[in-house]
């Protein structure tokens, strides 16, 4: 199903995207930088699901998007103060963390290295879905794994046809770099990927 976003139906379409979530359907979303696949945290199959769409390596965990720090809880066991600091900076926006992911999340998001990856995502439509949702979503681009990334409805149908359950169409995406990823569940700011956010201004 593929619904196109207006001025006057955002509301609709995030509740209907959320209700597909829950059920356990995936779903393809807008980000800040191109489009993204969605499944609901702790829902195992959606999760495999996923994984096998996209052709996924099983020892790629998978990010997950938040519409606020107050939820952390559901995923991360601690957040340590360089953690902190680097949220009340960055987010909402392209910033990735990895936090000491709470006890019994999926593999999935872990890939069994006891992390899990997380960000409050800047001004899109996958803000207003997180904060619609107020339970983490995956963030997985949406391509097969090693193909370019969607920043389009379109590019999505290419990649996936009649798979995802919810195509949310909020136009061309604007692309340029992903989000930066920085590990800090040793306290220490530790740079994975080097993306929209630069390791100068990081450790400003």
């Not at 601690?78 to 960055?90: G, H, I």
């Not at 709470?102 to 904060?131: C, Q, W």
């Not at 590019?155 to 770099?177: N, R, S």
Request: glycine content about 10%; overall charge neutral.
């Amino acid at each position: 199903m593929l619904v196109k976003i207006t001025e006057n139906n955002l509301n609709e379409v995030l509740q209907k995207a959320v209700e597909i979530l829950k059920k356990g359907g995936i779903i393809a979303y807008p980000t800040e930088t191109f489009y993204g696949l969605g499944a609901k945290y702790d829902n195992e199959d959606s999760l495999k699901k996923l994984y096998e769409l996209k052709k996924r390596p099983e020892e790629k965990p998978m990010p997950l998007i938040i519409g606020t720090g107050e939820i952390l809880p559901m995923i991360a066991a601690s957040v340590n103060t360089s953690a902190s600091a680097l949220m009340d900076k960055f987010w909402p926006g392209p910033l990735t963390l990895l936090l000491n992911a709470k006890e019994g999340l999926s593999n999935y998001l872990t890939a069994n290295t006891g992390k899990v990856a997380v960000r409050i995502p800047g001004e899109s439509i996958a803000l207003h879905l997180a904060k619609e949702a107020g339970f983490p979503i995956t963030a997985t681009s949406a391509n097969i794994s090693g193909m370019l990334p969607a920043d389009s409805a379109k590019a999505v149908i290419t990649y996936f046809e009649d798979k995802i359950d919810l195509i949310i169409d909020g136009g061309k995406t604007p692309g340029g770099l992903p989000s930066t990823i920085v590990d800090v569940t040793g306290g220490k700011i530790k740079i994975l990927r080097e993306g929209a956010i630069s390791s100068l201004t990081l450790t400003q």
